[in-house]
């Protein structure tokens, strides 16, 4: 449970997108410490038109490449998004070449009552998770 949501431009591969995704999960389970099999991840792809973030004057350009996480989660510490933070930079210019400056992430936070993960429950409440 954190729930990604991916914003790109459309043009990527298939491969691409796996790796992508892959990349920001490995990063999600160090940095929050969530298990292996917690993944919830949807992509949205976009006409480049369709999309615009800027720097908020911070004074670095984006290219095509950018990528918009939106992250919705429970209550994290402010080292544990940084950590993500830092690490979603470094693993996601390692392994698939995009330039720090083309991820943009936020973070969205919940509580136990708004999550339900199937059968009409929800799980953080009845003691199931």
């Known amino acids: 449970m954190p729930l990604l949501r991916f914003d790109v431009i459309e043009g990527r591969s298939e ?3 796996k790796t992508l995704l892959d990349t920001a999960h490995d990063a999600m389970v ?7 099999r917690d993944r919830y991840q949807i992509v949205h792809t976009h006409k480049a038109h369709e999309m615009v973030i800027q720097d908020t004057g911070l004074g670095f350009e984006r290219s095509k490449d950018i990528v918009l996480i939106s992250v919705t989660s429970k209550t994290r510490t402010e080292e544990k998004k940084q950590r993500l933070y830092h690490l979603l930079a470094e693993r ?7 330039a720090p400056t083309d991820l943009m992430v936020s973070i969205v936070e919940n509580d136990a009552a708004d999550w339900s993960f199937g059968l009409g429950e929800a799980q953080f409440l009845t003691g199931k998770l």
């Open 30 to 36: 160090e940095a929050f410490d969530v298990p292996e």
């Open 15 to 17: 491969e691409e997108l």
């Open 92 to 98: 996601l210019q390692a392994n698939c070449g995009l």
